[in-house]
Structures are given as structure tokens and as C-alpha cells.
């Protein structure tokens, strides 16, 4: 069966420190990636998306960037932390016509 | 579409009723249809689905209903538990289309 893992579970980062989130899916390959923030109490805003190795769809213009280094892989990265980027970080994973799969998140904290 | 700046609804119920939880899309060319759970601190779960074909999907205490028509979209909880409390969000994708599109989100609680 098909699992997702994003590491750390909770991040405390002061300003301006750089940023690295991973997300690895293991069980399928060539899976279209998703890295998603919510706010608290707020819905799921798409950040980035992945359709393969080194292919990445930007869908807010932001303080972070992400890239997929390996099929199965999936980093997001920031050289500069901003207050504003706190926030749960969500990354998901599907194939084509099959509903996405959500990993455990990341709470980042920004002081 | 998307309504990430904008506060959860909330829906209040007693244990051992049932629920009704409606989202309502705006992209007719959405052909296919999710519900997820989300509970505090966890990433959503995937709940039930239903295809553009169909307008009723059952699942273990679960039905999901679509209106075409009027573009409509409900999850129905039958006989709700306390494991039940959460937010659930709607979400759509067009065919060929890459990205999902979520509601907003409805907190729902269950009374004891």
C-alpha cells in the first residue's frame, strides 16, 4: 500500500532562517505531488505542484520555492523565513482520477 | 473555488443524529467529487467520492449526494459519533486538470 511521510512534525524557525520541509510517498511512482498551507482555522491553499522530476507548477507567487529531486520526493524550501509563513504545511500525493492523499503535516512557527 | 481567507461555518449536532454537511462549486466542467475529514492537528482524510455520472454514492455510514443541476454537493453522516467531530471539506477537479479544488470547509460538532 501507498504511505506519505512529511518530517518535522512541528518546526519552531526564527525570521530570516532558511526553510527545508520533506515529503517522500513510497508504494507507487510517478505520483503528482502537492504541497499545501492552511492557516488556522482556514481552508487548504495550493502552493506548488509536481507532475514529475524537476517539474514544478507555482500557484501563488510567495517567499517559498519547492522542488522534487527524486520521483518520490518532495521539498519545500524557503532562504528566508518570513512571519507570515507560519502556518500547517500539507503535503499530498495522487495518480491521475484517483483522490489525493494527505500526509500528516508540518506546524511551522515563526518567531 | 478556493476560500482560503475565510472562516469555517460550523455545524452543531447531537450524538446519534444525523448530519448533513452541503458545499456548493462553481466549475461546471467538475466531473469528479471528494470529501475529506479533517481532524485538529492532522492532514485531511480522504472520506468518500463520487464521478459526475452518478448523483448518489453510499459508503459505511456515509452518502454523498450530487446535484448537477444546481451544483450542489452534500455528505450526509448517519447516526453521528463523537469520533465524528471535524472539519469537512468538499473538493472538485475537473477531467484532465491537475489541481483540486477545495471548499471552504464546515466544522462540525457533535453534542453529547
Known amino acids: 500500500s501507498q504511505t506519505i511521510h512529511q518530517w518535522p512534525a512541528t518546526l519552531v524557525q526564527p525570521v530570516g532562517s532558511p526553510l527545508s520541509l520533506e515529503c517522500t510517498v513510497e508504494?507507487?511512482?510517478?505520483?503528482?505531488l502537492y504541497w499545501y498551507r492552511q492557516a488556522a482555522g482556514r481552508g487548504l491553499q495550493l502552493l506548488f505542484y509536481?507532475?514529475?522530476?524537476?517539474?514544478i507548477s507555482s500557484e501563488v507567487p510567495q517567499n517559498l520555492s519547492a522542488s522534487r529531486p527524486q520521483d518520490r520526493q518532495f521539498i519545500l524550501s524557503s532562504k528566508k523565513l518570513l512571519l507570515s509563513d507560519s502556518g500547517f504545511y500539507l503535503c499530498?500525493?495522487?495518480?491521475?482520477?484517483?483522490?489525493?492523499?494527505f500526509g500528516d503535516g508540518t506546524r511551522l512557527s515563526i518567531l | 473555488g478556493e476560500s482560503v481567507g475565510l472562516h469555517l461555518p460550523t455545524l452543531s449536532v447531537q450524538e446519534g443524529d444525523n448530519s448533513i454537511i452541503n458545499c456548493a462549486y462553481s466549475?461546471?466542467?467538475?466531473?469528479?467529487f471528494i470529501w475529506y475529514k479533517q481532524e485538529s492537528g492532522k492532514g485531511p482524510q480522504f472520506i468518500i467520492d463520487i464521478r459526475s455520472n452518478m448523483d448518489k454514492r453510499q459508503g459505511q455510514r456515509v452518502t454523498v449526494l450530487l446535484n448537477k443541476t444546481v451544483k450542489h454537493l452534500s455528505l450526509q453522516i448517519a447516526a453521528t459519533q463523537p469520533g465524528d467531530s471535524a472539519v469537512y471539506f468538499c473538493?472538485?477537479?475537473?477531467?484532465?486538470?491537475?489541481?483540486?479544488?477545495f471548499g471552504q470547509g464546515t466544522r462540525l460538532t457533535i453534542n453529547p
Open positions: 509536481s507532475v514529475g522530476i524537476g517539474q
Open positions: 473538493a472538485e477537479i475537473a477531467q484532465g486538470a491537475q489541481k483540486l479544488v
Open positions: 466549475n461546471s466542467a467538475s466531473d469528479y
Open positions: 499530498a500525493w495522487n495518480r491521475p482520477g484517483v483522490p489525493q492523499h
Open positions: 508504494g507507487t511512482s510517478n505520483p503528482n
